[in-house]
């Protein structure tokens, strides 16, 4: 082994002297890291219970008091809804991968990132989950190991809500508490109304519009709900979905009855953000509507939410309430499209770090 001078950064790194032993007075590379929401590692009963364990025991999803949550979570929910949930995952499972959608599609996210970042080789891109694998502690740890001391946290929601951005944050300054030499922090903030998204949303809708064989008389943008109360107590989530749609409606010169907005997913009993999806497509249908096209603005991937709830439930309530033409949008994914959004505001909040 070749001793090395401690004050050589990447060679002190290298033997592993900015974990453990004397440390480097900078290490010098930044880390980006996509943090997506989650997602389970397999269908069967086991993996589907801890992913939905982890998700469902976070204080900022569910709001309950612990002592009045917990009964009902480890008594009733996890009790049955890994069955129902894994059937449904089941349906949308990349067998060749043997993983998730939501899972590929983030992963492909960073690789593309990485190659886009060739002009930046001191920026080291990662990607991580906030329930499940690759789990945020691990990437942060990883991160530090190859050297960054600042790192941009992306959590990949367009529209801030404490149950999604925030929560992403806390897991990533959680994993830091663990760490002696913690990096410097950065983060992308909610980018709902940033001109590249919203134009990037309007070329992929044109897109796949123009692939249809029928013009939708509808388009609803469905974003995932969050409870009512959550938003009644100052979410500011709701106001970032209708500005989306409002911004989106503008960029492709449609009117308030061509493009409309609903939420999706609801979960227990609580009032969710309305109107919602499922009820609005049935009525669309019932008052005539023939053709409709659903895209899902909020959710960076495709993933059970999008393909599952929209592609086939949705497509199936339309269908059995008497509409003709149902089409569902794709998420941006790893699209050329969603791709310049990721990488001009990554480039944007780089600045000053790079
Ligand atoms: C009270 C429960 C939930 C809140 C609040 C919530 C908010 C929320 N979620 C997303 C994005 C996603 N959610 C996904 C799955 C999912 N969501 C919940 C519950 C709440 N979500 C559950 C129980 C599940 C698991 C599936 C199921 O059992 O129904 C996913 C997809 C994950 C995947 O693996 O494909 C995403 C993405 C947002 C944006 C949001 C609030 C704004
Ligand atoms: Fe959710
Ligand atoms: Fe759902």
Known sequence: MTLTSPIDPKAAQAAGALLAGPAPAKAGKVGMMLINLGTPDGTDFKPMWRYLREFLSDPRVIELNKAIWYPILFGLVLTTRPKKSGANYARIWNREKNESPLRTFTRAQAEKLTQAFGDLPDVVVDWAMRYGNPSTASVAQKLVE?????????????????????????????????????????????????????????????????????????????????????????????????????????????????????????????????????????????????????????????????????????????????????????????????????????????????
């Open 146 to 354: 190859q050297g960054c001391d600042r790192i941009l946290s992306f959590p990949l929601y367009p529209q801030y809500s404490a149950t999604t951005t925030a929560t992403a944050n806390d897991q990533l300054f959680r994993a830091l508490m663990k760490i002696r030499r913690a990096p410097a922090i950065r983060s992308v903030p909610p980018y709902y109304d940033e001109p590249v998204y919203i134009e990037a949303l309007a070329r992929s809708i044109e897109r796949h519009l123009a692939s249809l064989d029928f013009a939708p008389e509808v388009v609803i943008t469905s974003y995932h709900g969050i409870p009512k109360p959550y938003s009644d107590k100052g979410d500011p989530y709701q106001a970032h979905c209708l500005e989306t749609t409002r911004l989106l409606r503008q960029k492709l010169g449609w009117d308030e009855k061509k493009l409309i907005t609903t939420f999706q997913s609801r979960f227990g009993a609580q009032e969710w953000l309305q109107p919602y999806t499922d009820v609005t497509v049935e009525k669309l249908a019932k008052d005539g509507v023939k053709s409709i096209a659903i895209v899902n603005p909020g959710f960076s991937v495709d993933c059970i939410e999008t393909l599952d709830e929209i592609g086939r439930e949705a497509a199936e309530t339309f269908h059995h309430a008497g509409g003709e033409n149902f089409a569902h949008i794709p998420c941006l994914n790893d699209s050329a499209e969603g791709m310049a959004v990721i990488e001009a505001l990554a480039r944007r909040e780089l600045s000053g770090w790079v």
